[in-house]
């Protein structure tokens, strides 16, 4: 399946498809077929990506809601909460309900992290083998092809190091920022964690090498995306995931929720977001 996923010859609808098969033959609860992050963050926006979304101009830095791509989209979710029951993870506590489901076979498909790795083994399936039980029992791919023959998406988000101009000894936390980011200690916790490495040259040290998962998980990185680098960035994707969750419920139809985001995008931002048909 990995394969097939990164051909785009196993899209987002054949996912629902099997996820909906595995909910009628009893193998997983309705609602289980297929789970998000159950709260409101950036992994979503990879799906509005993969329906060839947008998110800022690269002229003038501004944020774009793609009305177009946003439908398929909110479509796509309204579909697999309703029409193939397959999304009933929104609302769920991390640590009370979801991971335990993703990590106690209750649920087929569902959008997860390298740094979860780490933390499923050694907080969750320690008592059952660990990591050697996911190796087992787990797989992994990138976040299928919106349409057959398009190509897969995953979303990175990686942070920058600042320094405060009103930093006392900025020199010492300059000497800081190099140690923690060099290859030795920055290898250590990106294997301890399953994070991924923050240099190119990490890759070939053989400490990382090491790491199954990071080794294995690497050439997703040719697919990714990233989130717009956007002060508006939090009312955005506030306004963006009511809407979700509002079509996840039934609350609102796909359309109904291209007019709230357009509504309230507008309300919020005005000239600083470009909406487009």
């Given amino acids: 399946m990995p394969l097939r996923i990164l051909n785009g010859e196993f899209t987002l609808y054949d996912m629902l498809e099997v996820a909906k098969q595995a909910v009628d033959a009893g193998i997983v609860a309705p609602g289980n077929g297929f789970w998000t992050r159950p709260k409101n963050g950036p992994d979503f926006t990879a799906f509005y990506y993969d329906f060839g979304g947008e998110t800022i101009d690269e002229a003038t830095g501004k944020l774009v809601f793609d009305t177009e791509a946003g439908l398929k989209y909110y479509q796509f979710f309204y579909d697999a909460a309703h029409d193939y029951g397959s999304m009933g993870c929104l609302g769920l506590g991390w640590s009370e309900a979801w991971h335990p489901g993703v990590t106690g076979d209750q649920v087929l498909f569902w959008v997860g992290g390298t740094w979860q790795w780490a933390e499923w083994a050694t907080l969750y399936l320690q008592d059952v083998g660990g990591e050697d039980y996911m190796w087992e029992n787990f ?23 600042m320094i405060s101009s009103q930093c006392e000894h900025p020199e010492i936390a300059l000497g800081l920022i190099a140690m923690v980011t060099d290859y030795g200690p920055n290898t250590r916790h990106a294997v301890a964690s399953t994070h991924l490495g923050i240099l190119k040259g990490q890759t070939e040290y053989p400490f990382y090498q090491e790491s199954r998962l990071l080794s294995e998980t690497l050439y997703m990185l040719d697919y990714t995306t990233f989130l717009p680098n956007n002060p508006n960035w939090g009312p955005y994707s506030t306004i963006t995931y009511e809407a979700l969750a509002a079509v996840v419920s039934g609350d609102l139809t796909p359309e109904e929720a291209v007019q709230f985001v357009v509504d309230g995008l507008t309300r919020e931002l005005g000239d600083q977001v470009i909406i487009r048909p």
Avoid: D, M, Q, S
């Fill in 139 to 161: 797989g992994f791919g990138l976040i299928p092809a919106a349409e057959e023959g398009g190509r897969p998406v995953t979303l990175t988000h990686p942070l920058a190091y």
